[in-house]
């Protein structure tokens, strides 16, 4: 594909929803394109190639992982978004940009766009609202836990001061995109769908993993959906382990979107997963 161009750098929203828009492409404005749409690590041109070294070495360390995810190289990434142009831009929020691209089926290397395996190809934006330890955390839980209604991580990128994650692309976009829109409304048989694709993800989470895992961004902009609207939880950097043996609950402090969340959470800061309110049980 030859070499891809250096890019400028550019402003990012950092919005308080998360860059969790992994299928459905967003339209850039027409002035912007061809070219770059951000430069992915925004930070001190101060930090010396040790320093950047030592924090990916670090980085690498904190990751546990399971070995069937591929390790990218970010020159690989930036050539197979096209230079992380606005045509790929798929989504952005506060942890960075989403955007589409184009790998080898079973490798790292980037191909000719439409070929290949198609993916969505997550960015760290080091000025967002999330940063390095949900980073960590999405690649930790997700590197982990496969389900069908879990989107599935391929692989990640870490790199001088680069964090990249590479997810399977989702043709249909997030749900909040099909709910609010102006166009033609979801029918009832592909909301109730929907619905129990989302409920068996987080029954996953709560009682067949291996430790039960407490999502807490559950939300209509972090379910995906793929060409057959199967619905597929995202974006778990702020996932937290849940209670274990005679443990009820776990206090945390209140994080996600308060609209979206329990009461009794917002209010206690107390999750319980096999049940909310326990005062019903008496």
């Known amino acids: 594909m030859g070499n891809c161009p250096p890019q400028p750098r550019s402003k990012v929203d950092t919005s308080t929803s998360s860059a969790s828009t992994h299928g459905a492409e967003k339209s850039a404005e027409n002035g912007s394109r061809n070219q770059p749409v951000v430069s992915v690590v925004s930070g001190s041109t101060s930090t010396s190639n040790a320093e950047s070294s030592s924090s990916a070495s670090k980085a690498a360390e904190e990751i546990k992982v399971s070995s069937k995810l591929r390790k990218f190289g970010f020159s ?10 606005p045509e790929s831009l ?4 506060g942890f960075g940009c989403v955007f589409k691209g184009w790998i080898e089926e079973n490798g790292t290397a980037p191909v000719k766009p439409g070929t290949g395996l198609t993916v969505a190809v997550k960015t760290l934006n ?10 960590v955390a999405e690649v930790d839980f997700l590197g982990n836990l496969h389900h069908p209604n879990l989107v599935k991580l391929i692989g990640y990128c870490v790199e ?3 964090r990249l994650l590479v997810y399977e692309f989702m043709p249909r976009g997030s749900l909040d995109n099909h709910l609010f829109r102006r166009s033609l409304p ?6 109730m769908k929907v619905a129990l694709g989302a409920a068996q993800g987080l029954s996953f989470l709560h009682e067949e993993a291996e430790r039960p895992v407490i999502y ?4 209509t902009s972090n379910i995906l959906l793929d060409s057959e609207y199967n619905a597929k939880l995202s974006d778990f950097g702020l996932a ?7 443990k009820t609950h776990v206090s945390t402090r209140v994080m996600g979107t308060y609209g979206y969340a329990a009461p009794e959470y917002v209010m206690t800061g107390k999750w319980f997963i096999r049940h909310y309110l326990p005062a019903l049980e008496e």
């Open 186 to 191: 979801l029918p009832w048989s592909i909301r």
């Open 240 to 246: 937290k382990d849940g209670p274990v043996g005679d």
């Open 160 to 162: 001088d001061d680069q």
């Open 126 to 135: 080091h000025d967002g609202l999330q940063g390095h330890k949900e980073w």
């Open 76 to 85: 690989d990434l930036k050539c197979a978004t096209r230079n992380f142009r």
């Open 90 to 93: 798929l989504g952005e929020g």
């Open 216 to 219: 807490r961004d559950f939300k």
